[in-house]
């Protein structure tokens, strides 16, 4: 499968503690983003890389979470602490970043459910 | 980035044509009108891009008049696996997928 993969699928965690989550974006993609959703909502961006490069962060991103992506491949968002209000489904996308294809492809995301 | 509203759900039966609108008013010039497809549990999809007039590719039609305050997908024939929902976007088109921004979007139900 060539498509964006994220581990784990699923993740119960209980309040306070720390969390990562891992995404794999298509492999020649220079743009990755991390999404997060709740029930019923649409995604909300939370922030996006070129490459390796953080370009933007969302103030949904508390100090509490951090994401990178060291060689500008996979990336990995880590949550500290978690809380109650953490729970819902990350998700990542990757996209080529060239002007003539604009689509963002996304990966089935992290459920993250925290008790 | 310009807000967009749009149904909040819509029913069809299999067979039968959907057309969902979105309305977005403050539409900026350089703002590209995209829409999503997300099942449970899955990430969005993409599924058509226009800016003006007419775009078609092989899932859907996108309809965008001349002022560009709103635009209509089609989707020719649904079956029920196109239930789902369907999210309208609109913002710069700045070289492959900046940050998107997805309102609520339409819950489309098919039934046989």
């Known amino acids: 499968d060539t498509g964006v993969s994220q581990d784990p699928r699923h993740k119960i965690t209980k309040r306070g503690q720390n969390v990562t989550f891992r995404c794999d974006p298509i492999?020649?993609?220079?743009?990755l983003y991390w999404y997060r959703q709740t029930l019923g909502q649409g995604p909300e961006f939370l922030t996006y890389f070129q490459n390796e490069a953080q370009l933007e962060k969302s103030r949904l991103l508390s100090d509490r979470f951090s994401a990178e992506r060291p060689k500008g491949s996979f990336s990995t968002l880590e949550i500290q602490r978690t809380e109650q209000g953490d729970s819902a489904m990350y998700l990542c996308?990757?996209?080529?970043?060239?002007?003539?294809?604009?689509?963002?492809?996304f990966g089935q995301g992290t459920r993250l459910t925290v008790v | 980035l310009a807000k967009t509203t749009q149904p909040i759900s819509m029913d069809s039966y299999e067979g039968q044509e959907v057309n969902i609108t979105c309305s977005h008013n403050n539409i900026a010039t350089n703002d590209y009108i995209t829409w999503y497809q997300q099942f449970p549990s899955q990430g969005p999809r993409f599924i058509i891009q226009?800016?003006?007039t007419k775009v078609t590719n092989e899932v859907a039609s996108l309809f965008i008049p001349a002022d560009r305050k709103s635009s209509t997908l089609s989707l020719p024939r649904v079956s029920l696996s196109d239930t789902a929902v369907y999210y309208c976007?609109?913002?710069?088109?700045?070289?492959?997928?900046?940050?998107?921004?997805f309102g609520t979007g339409t819950q489309l139900k098919v039934e046989l």
């Open positions: 996308a990757s996209s080529p970043g060239s002007l003539d294809n604009t689509e963002a492809f």
């Open positions: 976007l609109v913002g710069p088109r700045e070289g492959g997928g900046n940050k998107l921004t």
């Open positions: 492999s020649e993609h220079n743009r």
């Open positions: 226009g800016y003006k």
